[in-house]
T-cell receptor, first 116, second 109 residues
Framework: NAGVTQTPKFRILKIGQSMTLQCTQDMNHNYMYWYRQDPGMGLKLIYYSVGAGITDKGEVPNGYNVSRSTTEDFPLRLELAAPSQTSVYFC???????????????FGEGSRLTVL | GQNIDQPTEMTATEGAIVQINCTYQTSGFNGLFWYQQHAGEAPTFLSYNVLDGLEEKGRFSSFLSRSKGYSYLLLKELQMKDSASYLCAAMDSNYQLIWGAGTKLIIKP
């Protein structure tokens, strides 16, 4: 049972570089999310997707892009990295069928990104 | 605006009981979640309350009062492995989770 898999676990970027954080889930979940977590702060939603081909902005989308071409994959793209994007990034998925609101999130292990 | 408040840090003794409080303000309400997060790890689901009252699950219990915008997580028979951050999150009318900053629980022998 792989669950939610994120890569890479650690990455150091230089200012202005770009990179993609990969996220894959094998639970056939329709909802997928990208969060960032800064020290002493709550999780902030960057982007989310309710199904393949559908994505929407969260609370802090600036500087990021996503795509959802398949149910399984939800990559997060950082363009022109800035020091403010130094954070821990978590991908998560959940299953929510019509009429149910369980919302339990399954998280990946996290990707620790430093921009210097 | 939407807001979640919970204490930043709490300390308790091994074997004791601790209660972590959470107050929330959201646009609409579709449930209150508690997650546990050990240092350097991902959050893991603990509990979900959508109706008023107490939900018990082993050593952990979670309480909700919708009229007061209040929840607590009760941990009994504390063990050293319970040292972690506990995240409170409320689901708003758009089924989005609003997260608190987390309560760091330190367990002393």
């Amino acid at each position: 049972n792989a669950g939610v898999t994120q890569t890479p676990k650690f990455r150091i970027l230089k200012i202005g570089q770009s990179m993609t954080l990969q996220c894959t889930q094998d639970m056939n979940h329709n909802y997928m999310y990208w969060y960032r977590q800064d020290p002493g702060m709550g999780l902030k939603l960057i982007y989310y997707s309710v199904g393949a081909g559908i994505t929407d902005k969260g609370e802090v989308p600036n500087g990021y892009n996503v795509s959802r071409s398949t149910t399984e994959d939800f990559p997060l793209r950082l363009e022109l990295a800035a020091p403010s994007q130094t954070s821990v990034y978590f991908c998560a998925s959940s299953s929510r069928t019509s009429g149910t609101n369980t919302g339990e999130l399954f998280f990946g292990e996290g990707s620790r990104l430093t921009v210097l | 605006g939407q807001n979640i408040d919970q204490p930043t840090e709490m300390t308790a003794t091994e074997g004791a009981i601790v209660q972590i409080n959470c107050t929330y303000q959201t646009s609409g309400f579709n449930g209150l979640f508690w997650y546990q997060q050990h240092a350097g790890e991902a959050p893991t689901f603990l509990s979900y309350n959508v109706l008023d009252g107490l939900e018990e699950k082993g050593r952990f219990s979670s309480f909700l009062s919708r009229s007061k915008g209040y929840s607590y997580l009760l941990l009994k028979e504390l063990q050293m492995k319970d040292s972690a951050s506990y995240l409170c999150a409320a689901m708003d009318s758009n089924y989005q989770l609003i997260w608190g900053a987390g309560t760091k629980l330190i367990i002393k022998p």
